[in-house]
C-alpha cells in the first residue's frame, strides 16, 4: 500500500509516523511545498521574541530523521497542484506526478493578507514560517524600524505585540471587532486589554484599516497614524484549493467535509487538521477550528481507519487558552455570541475568586464566566486570571466532554492545596451558582437590563462607596444590612451589587429570605473592577 500525504505540518507528519508505527510495510511519502519540515508554527512568535533562542528548537524532525529511522520519504518543495482521483495520481508542480493508494491531505490553513491598498508593501509581513520570522527581524534590527502594526488581535496578533514590546517597539493594534480576542464575550477581555494597554501598546478597537500608503495607516473613520513596518495577524483560512480542484465536498463553514474517519467524499482520500470542517458538540453545527492538538486526534483517526481499525472522531466542544503578557485567557465551549447565533437559550453566572488560598503568598484574583442550559447543561466557560486558568479549564472541558451538567461541576474535584486552590474552588462556586438559578433560589439582573424604577444597591462599606458607585445607588452595608430591611423598598426592584459578587449573593440570601421577592443579584459587577 503506498500513502501519499500531502502536508509536512504537524497533522501530515502525526499520520505519516503513526501509519509506520502500525503498518511496517506501507510506502509513504509526504509532498511538502516549502523548504521547511515539522515546523512547530505556534511557536514562532516566541523566535520572534527571543524567547526561543535557536529555531532548531522548533523543527520537529528532519528530513534525514525521517527516512533513516521511519522510512519515510519527504519531499521538500513539491507542491501538489492537482488530484487525479480516477487515476490515483498528484501532480506536482515542475516534477514528476506522485500514484496513491491512499491519499491524505493535511495542508492545513493559511494566513491570507487582507483585500487593504498597500497591503503587499516590502515592510508589511506576515507570520508563518521560520524564514519569514527571520525576514521580519532582519528588517525590524536592519533598517531600525520603532513603531510596529499589527493588524489583527487575536492569538497571533496578541503573541506579535507582545514579542515586539519585548523588543522594544513602539507597537500599535487594530482589530476590527469591538474587544481582543473575537472568541470570547467583550466584557471577559476587558482586564486584558487594560494589560495589554498598560505594557505600551496603542489599541485601535472596533476600527479596520483601509489603506497602507507610504508608510502611513489610515483607518475607516478617517483617523491615520505612521508606522515602520506591520504584520498581518487577521487569521487563518483553510487550504482547500487542491480538494476543490478534485470536486471533493466542502462544507458549509468552507472546510474539507469529511465523515467520522476522516474520509472526504472520495473513500480513498482522507483529510485531516486546520482544512477540515468538524462539528460543534454543544450547537451541532460544522465549523472550522484551528488547533493543532485537535489536528493530531484527526490525523491518528485517518491513519487507524485506512489500516482497517475502527477509531472514529467526535464532536469537538473546542478549547482555547491564550497568553495576554502577564494574563491567561481560556474559554471552553461556547460564547454568547455563538449561542446567540446557533439559536439556543441559555443563562449565564459571572464569579470572581482568588486561584488559591489568600493566607498563602501571590494569591491572584482570577474571573469566571459560566453558561448552560435550562436542563443544567454546561454550554460554556470564560476564565481570565494571571494564575490557575489552565487547570480549570481543563477540568471544565472535562466534564463537557461527557455532556456534564452544572451539578456536576459543584462535586468537580479540583487538586485541593493551600498554593494552588482552594477547598471551594472558583469551578465548584460556579457551578453551585447556577444551579442556584436553576432551582429559582437566585434571580440576577444583567447591567444592560436596569432600567427605570430599578433600585441599584450597593453593599459595600460607606468608605468604598464614596470612592465611586452607579448611577443612582444608594449604600447599605452588608454588616449593617439586617438591621435596614425597613428602609428597602418592596415595590420595585432592587439590583445588589459589590466589586465581585460574593457580598452581593449573601446580601441577596438575607433579603430573599426576608419576604424581598424584587430582589436580584446584578450581574456582572465589572464596572467596579
Known sequence: MKVVIIGGGSAGVSAATRLR???????????????????ASCGLSYLLSGLVGDKEQLVGATVEQMRQIFKINVKLNHEVVGINKENKIVSVRDRIPESYDKLIIATGAEQLRPDIHGVLSENIFTMNSIAGVEKIN??????????????GGGDIGIEAAEAFVRLKADVLLV??????LPNFDAEMTRQLEKEVQSKGVKLYL???????????????????????????????????KLPILAGLEIGKSGGILVNKYMQTSDEDIYACGDNVEVINKITGEFERWSNASNALKQA??????????????????????????????????????????????????????????????????????????????????QLVGKDGVAERLNAVSAQMQHNGVVEDLIFEEIAFSPPYSLAKDIVNNAGSLAQEILEGNLRTIEFADLE?????????????FAKGHLPGAINFPLANLRDSLTNLPKDRKIALYCNHGYGA?????????????NAYLLSPSTLLN
Open 206 to 240: 472596533g476600527r479596520r484599516v483601509v489603506s497602507l500608503e507610504n508608510n502611513n495607516a489610515n483607518l475607516d473613520n478617517g483617523e491615520s497614524f505612521g508606522f515602520d513596518m506591520a504584520i498581518i495577524a487577521t487569521g487563518v483560512t483553510p487550504d482547500v
Open 175 to 180: 482589530e476590527k471587532n469591538n474587544h481582543l
Open 21 to 39: 508505527r502500525i503498518c511496517e510495510k506501507a510506502e509513504i511519502v509526504i509532498l511538502e511545498k516549502k523548504s521547511e519540515f515539522a515546523i
Open 505 to 517: 449573593y449573601l446580601a441577596y440570601q438575607i433579603l430573599s429570605q426576608q419576604g424581598f421577592d
Open 300 to 381: 491518528r483517526v485517518a491513519v487507524d481507519h485506512l489500516c482497517g481499525r475502527n477509531t472514529v472522531a467526535g464532536a469537538v466542544i473546542t478549547t482555547n487558552i491564550s497568553k495576554v503578557f502577564d494574563y491567561t485567557a481560556g474559554i471552553v465551549g461556547c460564547s454568547e455570541h455563538k449561542l446567540k447565533k446557533a439559536g439556543i437559550h441559555y443563562q449565564k453566572v459571572y464569579l470572581w475568586q482568588n486561584s488559591h488560598a489568600s493566607y498563602y503568598p501571590g494569591a491572584l484574583q482570577m474571573q469566571a464566566k459560566l453558561l448552560f442550559a435550562a436542563n443544567g447543561r454546561i454550554l460554556g466557560m
Open 138 to 151: 532582519d528588517y525590524y534590527f536592519g533598517t531600525g524600524a520603532q513603531k510596529v502594526l499589527i493588524i
Open 452 to 464: 427605570a424604577g430599578v433600585l441599584p444597591v450597593d453593599i459595600r462599606s460607606p468608605e468604598v
